[in-house]
Protein backbone atom coordinates (compact mmCIF):
# COMPACT_ATOMS: atom_id res chain seq x y z
CA UNK A 1 0.00 0.00 0.00
CA UNK A 2 1.19 3.20 -0.74
CA UNK A 3 2.25 5.96 1.66
CA UNK A 4 -0.78 8.32 0.19
CA UNK A 5 -2.67 5.75 1.10
CA UNK A 6 -2.27 4.83 4.66
CA UNK A 7 -3.08 8.45 5.91
CA UNK A 8 -5.92 11.20 5.79
CA UNK A 9 -6.34 12.73 2.87
CA UNK A 10 -8.61 16.07 3.09
CA UNK A 11 -8.54 18.66 0.23
CA UNK A 12 -9.03 22.02 0.45
CA UNK A 13 -9.89 22.86 -3.23
CA UNK A 14 -13.69 23.19 -4.11
CA UNK A 15 -16.16 20.43 -5.41
CA UNK A 16 -14.80 19.85 -9.22
CA UNK A 17 -18.71 20.01 -9.73
CA UNK A 18 -19.54 22.66 -7.38
CA UNK A 19 -20.99 24.95 -9.98
CA UNK A 20 -24.10 22.21 -10.56
CA UNK A 21 -24.89 23.05 -6.91
CA UNK A 22 -25.89 26.52 -7.68
CA UNK A 23 -22.66 27.95 -5.84
CA UNK A 24 -18.92 26.94 -4.64
CA UNK A 25 -19.26 24.71 -1.66
CA UNK A 26 -16.04 24.31 0.52
CA UNK A 27 -14.61 21.07 1.79
CA UNK A 28 -16.15 21.29 5.32
CA UNK A 29 -19.62 21.79 3.61
CA UNK A 30 -19.25 18.50 1.59
CA UNK A 31 -23.02 16.51 0.96
CA UNK A 32 -23.73 13.99 3.60
CA UNK A 33 -24.25 10.39 2.03
CA UNK A 34 -27.13 7.94 2.55
CA UNK A 35 -26.62 4.77 1.02
CA UNK A 36 -29.04 2.63 0.70
CA UNK A 37 -28.83 -1.45 -0.49
CA UNK A 38 -31.89 -4.09 -0.92
CA UNK A 39 -30.44 -7.58 -1.18
CA UNK A 40 -31.30 -9.12 -4.04
CA UNK A 41 -33.56 -6.43 -5.18
CA UNK A 42 -33.61 -6.43 -9.26
CA UNK A 43 -35.17 -3.19 -11.52
CA UNK A 44 -38.48 -5.01 -11.00
CA UNK A 45 -39.99 -1.23 -9.67
CA UNK A 46 -42.44 1.29 -10.37
CA UNK A 47 -39.38 3.86 -12.04
CA UNK A 48 -37.94 1.12 -14.37
CA UNK A 49 -41.56 0.52 -15.95
CA UNK A 50 -43.21 -2.10 -13.79
CA UNK A 51 -46.65 -1.17 -13.54
CA UNK A 52 -47.57 -4.72 -11.60
CA UNK A 53 -45.08 -3.62 -7.97
CA UNK A 54 -46.18 -1.23 -5.94
CA UNK A 55 -43.07 1.01 -4.57
CA UNK A 56 -44.43 4.75 -4.19
CA UNK A 57 -41.45 5.57 -2.19
CA UNK A 58 -38.93 4.00 -4.07
CA UNK A 59 -40.32 5.93 -7.41
CA UNK A 60 -40.73 9.19 -5.10
CA UNK A 61 -36.85 8.95 -4.74
CA UNK A 62 -36.36 8.35 -8.79
CA UNK A 63 -38.34 11.26 -9.45
CA UNK A 64 -36.13 13.25 -8.10
CA UNK A 65 -32.66 12.10 -8.63
CA UNK A 66 -31.09 9.89 -11.86
CA UNK A 67 -32.29 6.54 -12.54
CA UNK A 68 -29.44 3.93 -14.52
CA UNK A 69 -31.49 2.14 -16.80
CA UNK A 70 -28.12 -0.02 -17.74
CA UNK A 71 -26.88 -0.82 -14.28
CA UNK A 72 -24.76 -4.03 -13.71
CA UNK A 73 -23.18 -5.44 -11.01
CA UNK A 74 -19.92 -7.11 -11.69
CA UNK A 75 -20.63 -10.74 -10.33
CA UNK A 76 -24.76 -12.54 -9.63
CA UNK A 77 -23.94 -13.24 -5.86
CA UNK A 78 -24.29 -11.26 -3.04
CA UNK A 79 -20.64 -11.76 -0.61
CA UNK A 80 -18.38 -10.87 -3.29
CA UNK A 81 -20.64 -8.43 -5.39
CA UNK A 82 -20.86 -5.96 -2.31
CA UNK A 83 -16.78 -6.80 -1.40
CA UNK A 84 -16.35 -5.50 -5.13
CA UNK A 85 -18.71 -2.62 -4.89
CA UNK A 86 -17.42 -1.58 -1.57
CA UNK A 87 -13.66 -1.69 -2.59
CA UNK A 88 -14.34 -0.65 -6.35
CA UNK A 89 -12.12 -3.82 -7.45
CA UNK A 90 -13.09 -5.94 -10.09
CA UNK A 91 -14.20 -10.07 -8.21
CA UNK A 92 -11.05 -11.87 -10.18
CA UNK A 93 -7.75 -10.45 -9.27
CA UNK A 94 -4.96 -13.38 -9.21
CA UNK A 95 -3.49 -11.22 -6.17
CA UNK A 96 -6.54 -9.70 -4.86
CA UNK A 97 -9.74 -12.29 -5.40
CA UNK A 98 -12.96 -11.86 -3.80
CA UNK A 99 -14.06 -15.32 -3.52
CA UNK A 100 -17.86 -16.08 -3.79
CA UNK A 101 -18.17 -16.20 0.11
CA UNK A 102 -16.27 -12.84 0.04
CA UNK A 103 -14.84 -12.31 3.41
CA UNK A 104 -13.85 -9.16 1.84
CA UNK A 105 -10.94 -8.56 4.58
CA UNK A 106 -9.39 -11.32 3.94
CA UNK A 107 -9.43 -11.60 -0.16
CA UNK A 108 -8.66 -8.13 -0.90
CA UNK A 109 -6.54 -6.94 2.67
CA UNK A 110 -4.64 -4.15 1.17
CA UNK A 111 -7.78 -2.36 -0.62
CA UNK A 112 -9.35 0.53 1.45
CA UNK A 113 -12.95 0.12 1.22
CA UNK A 114 -15.30 3.41 0.07
CA UNK A 115 -16.42 3.27 4.39
CA UNK A 116 -12.40 3.68 4.68
CA UNK A 117 -11.36 6.41 2.69
CA UNK A 118 -14.60 8.50 3.33
CA UNK A 119 -13.58 7.67 7.15
CA UNK A 120 -9.97 9.18 6.04
CA UNK A 121 -11.58 12.15 4.90
CA UNK A 122 -13.47 13.25 7.49
CA UNK A 123 -16.72 12.30 7.33
CA UNK A 124 -18.25 9.99 10.08
CA UNK A 125 -19.18 6.30 8.52
CA UNK A 126 -21.92 4.29 9.76
CA UNK A 127 -23.00 0.74 8.63
CA UNK A 128 -26.14 -0.72 9.75
CA UNK A 129 -27.61 -4.06 8.43
CA UNK A 130 -26.21 -6.21 5.61
CA UNK A 131 -23.72 -4.06 3.78
CA UNK A 132 -20.37 -5.62 3.65
CA UNK A 133 -21.48 -10.03 3.52
CA UNK A 134 -20.19 -10.41 6.61
CA UNK A 135 -20.17 -7.93 9.80
CA UNK A 136 -16.63 -8.58 10.30
CA UNK A 137 -15.44 -7.59 6.43
CA UNK A 138 -13.44 -4.17 6.70
CA UNK A 139 -15.22 -3.69 10.26
CA UNK A 140 -12.17 -0.68 11.57
CA UNK A 141 -12.79 0.91 8.69
CA UNK A 142 -16.25 2.47 9.87
CA UNK A 143 -16.33 5.62 12.42
CA UNK A 144 -18.26 2.97 14.73
CA UNK A 145 -18.72 -1.02 14.90
CA UNK A 146 -21.00 -2.31 12.35
CA UNK A 147 -24.58 -2.16 13.88
CA UNK A 148 -26.80 -5.85 13.47
CA UNK A 149 -29.90 -6.65 14.91
CA UNK A 150 -27.96 -10.34 15.16
CA UNK A 151 -24.20 -9.46 15.38
CA UNK A 152 -23.42 -12.94 15.04
CA UNK A 153 -26.62 -13.51 12.26
CA UNK A 154 -25.09 -14.01 8.86
CA UNK A 155 -23.09 -17.49 9.63
CA UNK A 156 -24.04 -20.59 7.66
CA UNK A 157 -26.82 -21.16 10.02
CA UNK A 158 -27.80 -17.93 9.39
CA UNK A 159 -31.67 -19.14 7.95
CA UNK A 160 -31.75 -22.15 10.60
CA UNK A 161 -35.09 -21.96 12.52
CA UNK A 162 -35.71 -19.98 14.44
CA UNK A 163 -32.16 -18.91 15.01
CA UNK A 164 -32.32 -15.09 14.19
CA UNK A 165 -36.33 -15.00 14.38
CA UNK A 166 -36.66 -14.73 10.86
CA UNK A 167 -39.70 -16.07 10.96
CA UNK A 168 -43.22 -14.73 12.90
CA UNK A 169 -46.11 -16.78 11.83
CA UNK A 170 -45.93 -19.90 14.69
CA UNK A 171 -47.14 -22.12 11.63
CA UNK A 172 -44.03 -21.56 9.80
CA UNK A 173 -42.32 -23.96 12.79
CA UNK A 174 -44.33 -26.94 11.35
CA UNK A 175 -42.84 -26.88 8.17
CA UNK A 176 -39.15 -27.03 8.03
CA UNK A 177 -36.11 -28.51 5.21
CA UNK A 178 -34.64 -31.65 7.20
CA UNK A 179 -31.59 -31.39 5.41
CA UNK A 180 -31.24 -27.42 6.34
CA UNK A 181 -33.14 -26.94 8.90
CA UNK A 182 -34.57 -23.84 7.31
CA UNK A 183 -38.16 -22.95 7.21
CA UNK A 184 -40.81 -22.42 4.18
CA UNK A 185 -39.63 -20.22 1.84
CA UNK A 186 -41.69 -17.28 2.43
CA UNK A 187 -44.44 -16.27 5.45
CA UNK A 188 -47.08 -13.78 5.88
CA UNK A 189 -47.91 -12.72 9.25
CA UNK A 190 -50.07 -10.17 11.09
CA UNK A 191 -47.33 -8.11 12.62
CA UNK A 192 -45.93 -4.92 12.64
CA UNK A 193 -43.33 -3.27 10.58
CA UNK A 194 -41.01 -3.72 13.18
CA UNK A 195 -41.35 -7.40 13.79
CA UNK A 196 -38.95 -8.45 10.94
CA UNK A 197 -35.46 -7.29 10.74
CA UNK A 198 -35.53 -4.60 8.14
CA UNK A 199 -37.93 -2.48 10.09
CA UNK A 200 -36.13 -2.31 13.00
CA UNK A 201 -33.09 -1.21 10.70
CA UNK A 202 -34.97 1.82 9.68
CA UNK A 203 -35.60 2.62 12.85
CA UNK A 204 -32.12 2.81 13.54
CA UNK A 205 -31.34 4.67 10.44
CA UNK A 206 -33.78 7.11 12.05
CA UNK A 207 -32.10 7.53 14.97
CA UNK A 208 -28.84 7.53 14.20
CA UNK A 209 -29.99 10.66 11.19
CA UNK A 210 -30.91 12.54 14.26
CA UNK A 211 -27.73 11.65 15.98
CA UNK A 212 -25.60 12.74 12.85
CA UNK A 213 -27.59 15.86 12.39
CA UNK A 214 -26.43 17.16 15.97
CA UNK A 215 -22.72 16.34 15.46
CA UNK A 216 -22.68 18.97 12.83
CA UNK A 217 -20.24 16.28 10.55
CA UNK A 218 -20.71 15.10 7.00
CA UNK A 219 -21.76 11.46 6.89
CA UNK A 220 -21.55 8.32 5.27
CA UNK A 221 -24.23 6.50 6.13
CA UNK A 222 -25.14 2.88 4.73
CA UNK A 223 -28.17 0.81 5.38
CA UNK A 224 -27.82 -2.52 3.99
CA UNK A 225 -32.30 -4.07 3.82
CA UNK A 226 -32.01 -8.16 4.26
CA UNK A 227 -34.98 -8.12 1.78
CA UNK A 228 -36.35 -9.51 -0.82
CA UNK A 229 -33.93 -11.68 -0.40
CA UNK A 230 -35.17 -15.48 0.83
CA UNK A 231 -37.05 -16.34 2.96
CA UNK A 232 -39.90 -13.53 1.72
CA UNK A 233 -41.53 -12.91 5.13
CA UNK A 234 -42.93 -9.33 5.02
CA UNK A 235 -46.01 -8.56 7.15
CA UNK A 236 -49.44 -9.45 5.59
CA UNK A 237 -50.43 -6.29 4.67
CA UNK A 238 -47.61 -6.39 2.12
CA UNK A 239 -48.99 -9.49 0.47
CA UNK A 240 -52.38 -7.67 0.52
CA UNK A 241 -51.34 -5.30 -1.71
CA UNK A 242 -51.36 -7.66 -4.23
CA UNK A 243 -54.02 -10.18 -5.74
CA UNK A 244 -51.82 -13.18 -6.76
CA UNK A 245 -53.67 -14.19 -9.92
CA UNK A 246 -53.23 -10.79 -10.90
CA UNK A 247 -50.01 -11.01 -10.91
CA UNK A 248 -48.20 -11.56 -14.68
CA UNK A 249 -45.80 -14.43 -15.02
CA UNK A 250 -42.37 -14.43 -17.00
CA UNK A 251 -44.02 -14.95 -20.58
CA UNK A 252 -40.61 -16.95 -21.09
CA UNK A 253 -40.84 -20.05 -19.21
CA UNK A 254 -38.58 -21.98 -21.62
CA UNK A 255 -34.93 -22.26 -22.04
CA UNK A 256 -33.75 -20.05 -24.57
CA UNK A 257 -32.72 -21.54 -27.44
CA UNK A 258 -28.89 -22.75 -27.70
CA UNK A 259 -28.22 -22.08 -24.06
CA UNK A 260 -24.84 -23.40 -22.93
CA UNK A 261 -24.93 -25.83 -20.38
CA UNK A 262 -23.06 -23.86 -18.08
CA UNK A 263 -25.87 -21.76 -17.68
CA UNK A 264 -27.94 -23.35 -15.29
CA UNK A 265 -30.84 -22.24 -12.57
CA UNK A 266 -29.99 -21.67 -9.03
CA UNK A 267 -31.16 -23.88 -6.26
CA UNK A 268 -30.73 -21.43 -3.32
CA UNK A 269 -34.73 -21.72 -2.96
CA UNK A 270 -34.10 -25.31 -2.30
CA UNK A 271 -32.81 -24.86 0.91
CA UNK A 272 -35.89 -24.05 2.06
CA UNK A 273 -39.24 -25.41 2.82
CA UNK A 274 -42.64 -25.70 1.23
CA UNK A 275 -40.73 -25.35 -1.92
CA UNK A 276 -42.49 -26.69 -5.45
CA UNK A 277 -41.42 -27.21 -8.75
CA UNK A 278 -39.68 -24.67 -10.26
CA UNK A 279 -41.89 -25.14 -13.82
CA UNK A 280 -44.97 -25.08 -11.70
CA UNK A 281 -47.26 -22.41 -12.44
CA UNK A 282 -48.56 -22.60 -8.67
CA UNK A 283 -45.27 -22.88 -7.40
CA UNK A 284 -44.31 -19.59 -9.76
CA UNK A 285 -46.67 -17.07 -8.57
CA UNK A 286 -46.51 -17.92 -5.29
CA UNK A 287 -43.12 -16.85 -5.42
CA UNK A 288 -43.66 -13.89 -7.56
CA UNK A 289 -46.16 -12.58 -4.90
CA UNK A 290 -43.54 -13.57 -2.18
CA UNK A 291 -40.96 -11.41 -3.98
CA UNK A 292 -43.47 -8.37 -4.95
CA UNK A 293 -44.62 -8.28 -1.05
CA UNK A 294 -40.60 -8.24 0.33
CA UNK A 295 -40.53 -5.50 -2.14
CA UNK A 296 -43.13 -3.49 -1.08
CA UNK A 297 -41.93 -3.71 2.60
CA UNK A 298 -38.70 -2.60 2.03
CA UNK A 299 -39.98 0.59 0.12
CA UNK A 300 -42.19 1.17 2.73
CA UNK A 301 -39.49 1.29 5.55
CA UNK A 302 -37.51 3.53 2.59
CA UNK A 303 -40.20 5.76 2.40
CA UNK A 304 -39.60 6.23 6.16
CA UNK A 305 -36.47 7.64 6.00
CA UNK A 306 -36.69 9.48 3.45
CA UNK A 307 -39.46 11.44 5.50
CA UNK A 308 -37.11 11.46 8.09
CA UNK A 309 -34.29 13.12 5.83
CA UNK A 310 -37.23 15.66 5.25
CA UNK A 311 -37.95 16.24 8.02
CA UNK A 312 -34.39 16.89 9.55
CA UNK A 313 -33.61 19.39 6.85
CA UNK A 314 -30.71 17.48 5.74
CA UNK A 315 -32.09 16.34 2.15
CA UNK A 316 -30.84 19.54 0.62
CA UNK A 317 -27.05 18.32 1.39
CA UNK A 318 -27.74 14.55 1.15
CA UNK A 319 -26.81 12.24 -1.83
CA UNK A 320 -28.67 9.67 -1.55
CA UNK A 321 -27.91 6.22 -3.39
CA UNK A 322 -29.90 3.19 -3.65
CA UNK A 323 -29.42 -0.06 -5.14
CA UNK A 324 -29.41 -4.14 -5.24
CA UNK A 325 -26.72 -5.98 -4.98
CA UNK A 326 -27.06 -8.17 -8.08
CA UNK A 327 -30.41 -9.12 -9.85
CA UNK A 328 -32.43 -12.08 -9.33
CA UNK A 329 -34.94 -14.08 -12.20
CA UNK A 330 -38.46 -14.62 -11.51
CA UNK A 331 -39.44 -17.59 -13.38
CA UNK A 332 -38.00 -16.19 -16.91
CA UNK A 333 -36.30 -19.24 -18.67
CA UNK A 334 -37.71 -21.12 -15.22
CA UNK A 335 -34.91 -19.91 -13.39
CA UNK A 336 -35.54 -18.99 -9.63
CA UNK A 337 -32.62 -16.60 -8.03
CA UNK A 338 -29.35 -15.22 -9.28
CA UNK A 339 -26.22 -17.37 -9.85
CA UNK A 340 -26.03 -17.18 -13.74
CA UNK A 341 -24.77 -14.39 -16.71
CA UNK A 342 -28.42 -13.87 -17.44
CA UNK A 343 -29.59 -10.33 -17.52
CA UNK A 344 -32.12 -10.56 -14.70
CA UNK A 345 -29.15 -11.97 -12.83
CA UNK A 346 -26.48 -9.17 -13.11
CA UNK A 347 -28.99 -5.97 -14.28
CA UNK A 348 -29.45 -4.04 -11.36
CA UNK A 349 -31.79 -0.86 -10.29
CA UNK A 350 -29.33 2.72 -9.20
CA UNK A 351 -30.98 5.14 -8.26
CA UNK A 352 -28.60 8.25 -7.45
CA UNK A 353 -30.44 12.08 -5.94
CA UNK A 354 -27.85 14.71 -6.05
CA UNK A 355 -29.63 17.79 -5.00
CA UNK A 356 -29.28 20.34 -7.38
CA UNK A 357 -28.17 18.57 -10.12
CA UNK A 358 -29.57 16.50 -12.79
CA UNK A 359 -32.75 14.16 -12.58
CA UNK A 360 -34.29 12.14 -15.26
CA UNK A 361 -33.27 8.74 -16.65
CA UNK A 362 -29.43 7.84 -17.92
CA UNK A 363 -29.02 4.89 -20.31
CA UNK A 364 -25.25 5.30 -20.31
CA UNK A 365 -23.44 1.64 -19.28
CA UNK A 366 -22.63 1.95 -15.33
CA UNK A 367 -20.99 -1.26 -13.20
CA UNK A 368 -21.04 -1.32 -9.61
CA UNK A 369 -16.81 -0.49 -9.31
CA UNK A 370 -17.77 2.66 -10.56
CA UNK A 371 -19.95 3.89 -7.42
CA UNK A 372 -16.69 4.56 -5.66
CA UNK A 373 -15.00 6.88 -7.48
CA UNK A 374 -18.27 8.94 -9.12
CA UNK A 375 -18.92 9.14 -4.73
CA UNK A 376 -15.69 10.39 -4.31
CA UNK A 377 -16.22 13.29 -7.37
CA UNK A 378 -19.06 13.98 -6.11
CA UNK A 379 -18.10 14.94 -2.73
CA UNK A 380 -14.72 16.81 -4.29
CA UNK A 381 -12.56 13.49 -2.81
CA UNK A 382 -9.19 12.11 -4.30
CA UNK A 383 -9.36 8.62 -5.11
CA UNK A 384 -7.06 5.83 -3.80
CA UNK A 385 -4.08 5.40 -5.63
CA UNK A 386 -3.52 2.65 -7.78
CA UNK A 387 -6.73 0.14 -7.05
CA UNK A 388 -10.03 1.55 -8.52
CA UNK A 389 -10.87 -0.58 -11.38
CA UNK A 390 -13.95 2.18 -12.48
CA UNK A 391 -14.53 4.94 -13.94
CA UNK A 392 -16.31 7.79 -12.32
CA UNK A 393 -19.77 8.71 -13.83
CA UNK A 394 -20.29 11.92 -12.28
CA UNK A 395 -20.22 13.63 -15.08
CA UNK A 396 -24.08 12.22 -15.56
CA UNK A 397 -25.21 14.80 -12.76
CA UNK A 398 -24.85 17.44 -15.36
CA UNK A 399 -25.95 15.90 -18.72
CA UNK A 400 -28.16 12.43 -18.82
CA UNK A 401 -26.28 11.98 -22.43
CA UNK A 402 -22.99 12.00 -21.05
CA UNK A 403 -21.52 8.88 -22.55
CA UNK A 404 -19.59 6.43 -19.67
CA UNK A 405 -17.93 3.74 -21.31
CA UNK A 406 -18.33 0.66 -24.28
CA UNK A 407 -19.13 -2.44 -22.20
CA UNK A 408 -19.53 -3.24 -18.53
CA UNK A 409 -17.39 -6.65 -17.51
CA UNK A 410 -19.17 -8.95 -15.59
CA UNK A 411 -17.51 -12.43 -13.84
CA UNK A 412 -19.63 -15.68 -12.66
CA UNK A 413 -18.02 -19.24 -12.72
CA UNK A 414 -14.87 -19.37 -14.87
CA UNK A 415 -16.82 -17.20 -17.59
CA UNK A 416 -16.34 -13.59 -18.61
CA UNK A 417 -19.10 -11.37 -19.54
CA UNK A 418 -19.24 -7.68 -21.94
CA UNK A 419 -22.59 -5.88 -22.06
CA UNK A 420 -23.48 -2.67 -23.91
CA UNK A 421 -26.63 -0.81 -24.98
CA UNK A 422 -27.50 -3.44 -27.22
CA UNK A 423 -25.36 -6.99 -26.90
CA UNK A 424 -24.55 -9.57 -23.87
CA UNK A 425 -21.92 -12.02 -25.16
CA UNK A 426 -19.90 -14.32 -22.60
CA UNK A 427 -17.34 -16.79 -23.24
CA UNK A 428 -15.98 -19.99 -21.26
CA UNK A 429 -12.44 -20.35 -21.40
CA UNK A 430 -10.03 -23.22 -20.51
CA UNK A 431 -6.14 -22.40 -20.68
CA UNK A 432 -6.80 -19.60 -23.13
CA UNK A 433 -9.53 -21.88 -25.43
CA UNK A 434 -12.84 -20.70 -25.70
CA UNK A 435 -14.65 -24.04 -24.33
CA UNK A 436 -18.59 -22.37 -25.26
CA UNK A 437 -19.86 -18.59 -25.76
CA UNK A 438 -23.31 -17.00 -26.11
CA UNK A 439 -24.72 -13.93 -27.68
CA UNK A 440 -28.15 -12.01 -26.70
CA UNK A 441 -29.45 -9.03 -28.89
CA UNK A 442 -31.32 -7.15 -26.78
CA UNK A 443 -32.79 -5.10 -29.21
CA UNK A 444 -34.84 -7.80 -30.71
CA UNK A 445 -34.71 -10.40 -28.04
CA UNK A 446 -34.93 -8.37 -24.51
CA UNK A 447 -35.93 -11.81 -23.15
CA UNK A 448 -32.57 -13.20 -24.26
CA UNK A 449 -34.73 -16.18 -25.24
CA UNK A 450 -32.25 -17.46 -28.57
CA UNK A 451 -28.50 -17.13 -27.93
CA UNK A 452 -27.59 -15.66 -31.67
CA UNK A 453 -23.67 -16.51 -31.66
CA UNK A 454 -23.91 -18.97 -34.29
CA UNK A 455 -25.40 -16.54 -36.78
CA UNK A 456 -22.93 -14.84 -39.66
CA UNK A 457 -24.45 -11.86 -39.22
CA UNK A 458 -23.06 -11.55 -35.51
CA UNK A 459 -19.39 -12.82 -36.49
CA UNK A 460 -18.24 -9.43 -36.17
CA UNK A 461 -19.77 -8.46 -32.81
CA UNK A 462 -18.39 -11.55 -31.32
CA UNK A 463 -15.08 -11.05 -32.53
CA UNK A 464 -14.97 -7.37 -30.96
CA UNK A 465 -16.54 -8.44 -27.87
CA UNK A 466 -14.43 -11.49 -27.30
CA UNK A 467 -11.44 -9.32 -28.11
CA UNK A 468 -11.96 -6.84 -25.49
CA UNK A 469 -12.98 -9.79 -22.61
CA UNK A 470 -9.27 -11.20 -23.46
CA UNK A 471 -7.71 -8.08 -23.37
CA UNK A 472 -9.30 -7.04 -20.33
CA UNK A 473 -8.01 -11.07 -18.63
CA UNK A 474 -4.89 -10.43 -19.78
CA UNK A 475 -4.19 -7.51 -18.10
CA UNK A 476 -4.29 -9.46 -14.83
CA UNK A 477 -2.78 -12.56 -16.20
CA UNK A 478 0.94 -10.71 -17.14
Avoid at 64 to 71: C, L
Avoid at 173 to 195: L, M, Q, Y
Avoid at 432 to 437: A, D, I, L, N, P
Amino acid sequence: MSKDNRYFIIPTALFSLSCCWGSAIQAQERPNILFLMADDLRPELGCYGVEEIKTPNIDRLASGGVVFQNAYCNIPVSGASRASLLTGVYPHYPERFISFSARASKDCPDAIPLSGWFTRNGYHTISIGKVFHHIEDHADSWSEPPYRTFPEGYDVYWAEYNRWELWMNSESGKHINPKSKRGPFCEWAEVPDTAYDDGKLAQRVIRDLKRLKEKGEPFFLACGFWKPHLPFNAPKKYWDLYQRDEIPLASNRFRPEGLPKAVRNSGEINAYACVGSPVDTVFQRKVKHGYYACVSYVDAQIGKILDALDSLGLADNTIVILLGDHGWNLGEHNFIGKHNLMDNSTHVPLIIRVPGMEKGVCRSMVEFVDVYPTLCELCGLSKPKNQLDGKSFAPVFQDLQTPTKPYVYIQWEGADNAVDPRFSYAHWLKDGVRKTHMLFDHEIDPGENKNRVEEAQYKGTVESMSDWLRNKRSIWDK
